[in-house]
């Protein structure tokens, strides 16, 4: 039997807009994991992480202010071998970036996760592209297929996302449905949060969600992948 991994990455644009929204958007989607971006990072940050959690039935995986605001959540079947937050070199006046990885597994099946918010600049942008890569090579065995998942600031075509596609597919581009896009819930017209999946895996279906939670829950609109992993 298969196992088919549900992934969703979601920009929460921490918790700014509609809070309950955004854990409805969650909760709906029925994800095994979920790669939060701009996770609330300042005061009583874990607190708030592990109430996003409890309210989307999940539990905290690692992340949060340590990993520059990306958060990994996960459900009870997930197993969790090991975790890593990141971050990457620091630029004058521009937010702290990072990563937030794991090595995990679903029903038997490894995989790990990096969940990434890559910057606003394109330089230093794509400096953390390999400053990413280099956090993986270093904390990821490679017996655990990797998926990258988050906000790139970037659009398809780049040399960021050619970057990122190094490493693996792009699974909204790999089996589309609908448009795409998930940036900005007022004004959609860009592709800039991805899912990016290792070519050991099998992309089964990438959608972005599109309901009236999302359009008052937060200004990105979430991508849910699934994932055959065996």
Known sequence: ??????????????????EAAVMRVIRSAHPHVVAIQEAPRFLRWRATAARIARQSGLVVVTGGRTAAANLLLSDL??????????????????????TALATLSLHGAKFAVAGIHLDVVEEPRFRHVG??????????????????????????????????????????????????????????RRRIDAVFVDPRLKVRS???????????????????VEIDLD
């Open 131 to 188: 400053e990413l890569h280099a956090a993986i090579e270093s904390h990821v065995p490679a017996d655990f297929p990797l998926i990258v998942a988050g906000d790139t600031n970037d659009d398809p075509g780049s040399r960021v996302w050619q970057a990122l596609e190094s490493r693996g597919a792009d699974a909204w581009a790999t089996a589309p449905s609908g448009d795409g896009i998930t940036s900005s819930v007022v004004l959609p």
């Open 77 to 98: 079947a997930v197993k969790v071998h090991g975790s890593k937050d990141v971050l990457f070199t620091p630029d004058p006046k521009l937010h702290r970036r990072g």
């Open 1 to 18: 039997m298969t196992t088919t991994l549900r992934l969703l990455s979601y920009n929460i644009r921490s918790l700014r807009d509609d």
């Open 206 to 224: 990438a959608e972005v969600i599109n309901t009236p939670d999302v359009q008052v829950g937060s200004d990105h609109r979430p991508l849910l």
